[in-house]
């Protein structure tokens, strides 16, 4: 890309405009869906001028039944070499060559997708939803996935299928919603009183990191409360910083990342979050004041109440009775076991079948 930097313009836009004034135009009479979805910081619209430095551009997924490489063909021949000034096709970075590059060379591909809508799911989630959504599907998906999948935008879609599997992953069903909130708040009742014992011991250094797990977790939590996928920890806070509850919980964890006195602010943070849970009706309405844990001298919130209620409240005995670990990426984080979807699938599978 030798020309002068183009203005920037978000990529789901740049896309919505690589599709009305170039693609569509081709597909006339074709019943097809187009739209962006799954990875990259468009999708979420979190991308800015950064982001054009490698994998961003104009790019879509054109959904259709049939004719794929036809269209693929058609739209490699016919595509027009900019839109709103950026290169429309790319190559792979020669210093990177698992990114793609923005180019003018006719040697580029553009950044048009065109796939099976159910071939794509399978891809993306590891199953079809076109199928039904089972229990097994919910566990085994990375909430990132689930994120990617129901975010970014459907331009055009006459084919009805891909609206409709975004729909069937909009949010967890309540019996499922219930499980996903009793384990992170399981994940908090686990390591609540760390914070205070590695102070009284003088971790200062374990303190802070057990401090951070907590608030991580806490953000996770509220963002679970008010129905939204948690995302990957590059976008976590700032997904947080657009909830409800940023707001009033917000500060009390930056806080807590920074006092002398860790374990008062989360015990905080604790009070006002279960205070939001209280309020959601999932569970019955527990005390949301610390307590001391046993009879030491630092304050919990005894999270484990929160997990036994919304646990109670589980009408299906395999999510009720079995082991509370939640979704794989409340037990697992690594970023190259959450990409390998078959093996997490076998082991939520196992979970699943588990008796707690």
């Given at each position: 890309m030798n020309d002068p930097t183009p203005r920037f313009l978000p990529g789901l836009e740049l896309s919505r405009a690589l599709y009305e004034e170039a693609v569509s135009p081709l597909l006339q009479g074709i019943p097809h869906a187009a739209a962006l979805l799954g990875p990259g910081s468009e999708v979420p619209g979190l991308d800015t001028e950064r982001s054009t430095d490698h994998g961003w551009g104009p790019r879509l997924q054109i959904f259709v039944d049939r004719n794929h490489r036809r269209i693929d063909d058609l739209l490699g021949r016919s595509l027009p070499g900019r839109i709103r000034g950026w290169p429309t096709r790319f190559l792979p970075d020669p210093d990177d060559p698992g990114n793609r590059m923005l180019t003018d060379s006719p040697e580029g591909r553009h950044g048009v997708d065109v796939v099976d809508p159910r071939t794509w799911s399978v891809e993306r989630l590891g199953f079809d939803p076109g199928h039904g959504v089972r229990t097994i599907d919910w566990l085994a998906v990375p909430t990132q996935r689930l994120a990617e999948v129901t975010g970014g935008a459907v331009f055009h879609d006459d084919l009805g299928e891909i609206t409709r599997i975004r729909h069937a992953l909009e949010w967890y069903p309540d019996d499922l919603w219930r499980y996903v909130l009793a384990c992170q708040w399981r994940r908090i009742a686990q390591e609540e009183a760390f914070v205070g014992r590695c102070a009284e011991v003088g971790d200062g250094l374990g303190e802070r990191v057990v401090t951070a797990r907590l608030v991580r977790d806490l953000m996770r939590l509220c963002l679970l409360l008010e129905r939204r996928y948690p995302p990957y920890s590059k976008w976590l806070g700032t997904v947080f910083a657009s909830l409800d509850a940023a707001v009033e919980v917000g500060p009390v964890l930056e806080r807590a990342l920074t006092s002398a006195r860790p374990a008062t602010e989360l015990a905080e943070a604790y009070r006002r979050v279960a205070e939001r849970q209280n309020r959601t009706g999932l569970a019955a309405p527990l005390s949301p004041e610390p307590r001391p844990?046993?009879?030491?001298?630092?304050?919990?919130?005894?999270?484990?109440?929160?997990?036994?209620?919304?646990?109670?409240?589980?009408?299906?005995?395999?999510?009720?009775?079995?082991?509370?670990?939640?979704?794989?990426?409340?037990?697992?984080?690594?970023?190259?076991?959450?990409?390998?979807?078959?093996?997490?699938?076998?082991?939520?599978?196992?979970?699943?079948?588990?008796?707690?």
């Amino acid at each position: 890309m030798n020309d002068p930097t183009p203005r920037f313009l978000p990529g789901l836009e740049l896309s919505r405009a690589l599709y009305e004034e170039a693609v569509s135009p081709l597909l006339q009479g074709i019943p097809h869906a187009a739209a962006l979805l799954g990875p990259g910081s468009e999708v979420p619209g979190l991308d800015t001028e950064r982001s054009t430095d490698h994998g961003w551009g104009p790019r879509l997924q054109i959904f259709v039944d049939r004719n794929h490489r036809r269209i693929d063909d058609l739209l490699g021949r016919s595509l027009p070499g900019r839109i709103r000034g950026w290169p429309t096709r790319f190559l792979p970075d020669p210093d990177d060559p698992g990114n793609r590059m923005l180019t003018d060379s006719p040697e580029g591909r553009h950044g048009v997708d065109v796939v099976d809508p159910r071939t794509w799911s399978v891809e993306r989630l590891g199953f079809d939803p076109g199928h039904g959504v089972r229990t097994i599907d919910w566990l085994a998906v990375p909430t990132q996935r689930l994120a990617e999948v129901t975010g970014g935008a459907v331009f055009h879609d006459d084919l009805g299928e891909i609206t409709r599997i975004r729909h069937a992953l909009e949010w967890y069903p309540d019996d499922l919603w219930r499980y996903v909130l009793a384990c992170q708040w399981r994940r908090i009742a686990q390591e609540e009183a760390f914070v205070g014992r590695c102070a009284e011991v003088g971790d200062g250094l374990g303190e802070r990191v057990v401090t951070a797990r907590l608030v991580r977790d806490l953000m996770r939590l509220c963002l679970l409360l008010e129905r939204r996928y948690p995302p990957y920890s590059k976008w976590l806070g700032t997904v947080f910083a657009s909830l409800d509850a940023a707001v009033e919980v917000g500060p009390v964890l930056e806080r807590a990342l920074t006092s002398a006195r860790p374990a008062t602010e989360l015990a905080e943070a604790y009070r006002r979050v279960a205070e939001r849970q209280n309020r959601t009706g999932l569970a019955a309405p527990l005390s949301p004041e610390p307590r001391p844990f046993h009879s030491r001298p630092y304050p919990v919130l005894d999270a484990g109440r929160f997990t036994e209620a919304l646990l109670a409240r589980i009408e299906d005995p395999a999510l009720r009775d079995g082991v509370p670990v939640g979704t794989v990426d409340q037990y697992i984080d690594g970023t190259d076991a959450l990409a390998r979807l078959g093996p997490l699938r076998d082991l939520a599978g196992r979970f699943l079948e588990e008796e707690g």
